[in-house]
């Protein structure tokens, strides 16, 4: 029986202002977004706390950004318990890495900023997006896609009645349509770049992978569970290999959950995003977001 996990916000939750407080109470925070700004080779506290959104909101500058406002709450945090297990929301793994000494800090904010980049680059090559589906069973919502023809699939799985489709406009707009008709309570367009975790982002994931291929990696810590088959590892071979396929692959953040199966949970991160999805996937778990 896991009694506490540790789990890191992914892309999406990153809003202005988000560290400075931390940055302006704690040395060590102050300490992490420097570090964090050498290895990239721009001011990421400036851009966190000034803005503006839209540059924030840029693939190359919020996942950095994340993974350090992750880590300085993390190590700002006095009253945190040892935490026996970690996840990380697409995004979050890296952070999660870090958090259990599988990956070195500075490695990882670069690792994340080449990733944003690359992302980026596959959105702007296919016109493409994704739409939260809500209401509908993951079996459902699998053959709504399969029958829109052309490049579109399930790219997370955040909570029961809570599924994420991601693909080319064409097969998106097809898919949602289809997911209506049997039965979707709601279909929401979401305001991304592109269409995360599917088939078009192989090209990111190429890029990835060639560059993950030359980053060290060490056993974590703790085991962390993955976002590509929802199982634990203490591989850092497999945390290699995972976080390259997670690009393209659907986030199986409900699965992970049910595998961790914590008492409580601590969500570091910006927002509460976690902190929704875990209660509605498992009504007796206790969790905290500490920003």
Not at 75 to 91: D, H, I, M, V
């Amino acid at each position: 029986m896991v009694t506490t996990a540790f789990v890191f916000a992914g892309q999406g939750a990153q809003t202005v202002g988000m560290g400075k407080a931390l940055f302006e109470k704690h040395p060590r925070a102050r300490e992490l977004f420097g570090r964090a700004g050498e290895a990239l080779g721009f001011d990421l506290a400036k851009a966190c706390f000034e803005g503006p959104q839209e540059t924030l909101n840029r693939t190359d500058i919020c996942q950095p950004a994340l993974l350090v406002h992750g880590i300085a709450a993390l190590e700002t945090c006095e009253a945190k318990p040892a935490a026996e297990a970690a996840a990380g929301l697409s995004l979050g793994e890296y952070t999660a890495c870090v958090f259990a000494g599988a990956l070195e800090f500075e490695t990882a904010v670069r690792l994340v900023k080449r990733r944003g980049q690359w992302m980026q680059e596959a959105c702007e090559a296919v016109p493409s997006g994704m739409a939260s589906i809500l209401g509908l069973r993951r079996e459902g919502v699998a053959q709504a896609c399969r029958e829109a023809g052309g490049i579109v699939g399930i790219a997370n799985i955040n909570a029961p009645g809570q599924i994420v489709i991601s693909g080319e406009n064409g097969a998106l707009a097809r898919a949602v349509e289809n997911c209506k008709a049997l039965g979707a309570k709601r279909a929401i367009p979401l305001k991304v770049a592109g269409a995360y975790h599917s088939l078009l982002m192989k090209p990111a994931q190429d890029k990835m992978q060639a560059e993950l291929a030359q980053a060290t990696f060490r056993a974590p810590r703790v085991p962390i569970v993955c976002n590509v088959d929802a199982k634990p590892t203490m591989d850092p071979e497999r945390l290699r290999r995972n976080l390259s396929v997670q690009i393209t692959s659907s986030v199986l953040w409900e699965d992970s959950i049910r595998v961790i199966g914590a008492q409580k949970y601590y969500e570091f991160g910006p927002g509460r995003v976690l902190a929704g999805l875990i209660r509605k996937i498992d009504e007796k778990a206790e969790v905290e977001s500490i920003e």
